[in-house]
């Protein structure tokens, strides 16, 4: 019968440690998807301010499914008030990202640490 140290975990709390470290995993992946997606939307909208800029010509916005004609101005505070709001956005993404890479950094060592003190599932038998 192994003898069980209380300032080790038990074989449960390592189990749920491992799923936890899984589902922030998973997590982290979204996060990165997400922060991928809303770069291509500031991407895109930079390239939509610069065209605005050099355009000389009739001007259109897509509002929903329609496209309309507009005035240079509101087309460029319209591209504006996107930018803000997706950097914003961004910053949030970005936050939340570095948060979960801290908490999988930190519980992928302790689970670490404890498969190397040997209470892994083959030295808890």
């Given at each position: 019968?192994?003898?069980?140290?209380?300032s080790?975990?038990?074989?449960?709390?390592?189990?749920?440690?491992?799923?936890?470290?899984?589902?922030?995993?998973?997590?982290?992946?979204?996060?990165?998807?997400?922060?991928?997606?809303?770069?291509?939307?500031k991407?895109?909208?930079?390239?939509?301010?610069?065209?605005?800029?050099?355009?000389?010509?009739?001007?259109?916005?897509?509002?929903?499914?329609?496209?309309v004609?507009?005035?240079k101005?509101?087309?460029?505070?319209?591209?504006?008030?996107?930018?803000?709001?997706?950097?914003?956005?961004?910053?949030?993404?970005?936050?939340?990202?570095?948060?979960?890479?801290?908490?999988?950094?930190?519980?992928?060592?302790?689970i670490?640490?404890?498969?190397?003190?040997?209470?892994g599932?083959?030295?808890?038998?």
């Open positions: 019968m192994p003898t069980t140290n209380p080790q975990p038990s074989e449960q709390e390592i189990e749920k440690m491992v799923r936890e470290y899984q589902m922030l995993q998973e997590q982290l992946r979204n996060a990165a998807l997400q922060l991928d997606q809303l770069q291509n939307v991407a895109d909208l930079e390239r939509a301010k610069a065209e605005i800029e050099k355009a000389t010509g009739k001007v259109y916005i897509s509002v929903g499914s329609v496209i004609e507009t005035t101005d509101k087309a460029a505070a319209d591209v504006k008030e996107k930018a803000e709001l997706t950097d914003v956005r961004l910053q949030s993404a970005n936050k939340q990202y570095t948060e979960l890479k801290t908490r999988e950094k930190q519980l992928g060592e302790k670490t640490q404890v498969y190397q003190q040997g209470r599932p083959q030295g808890a038998q």
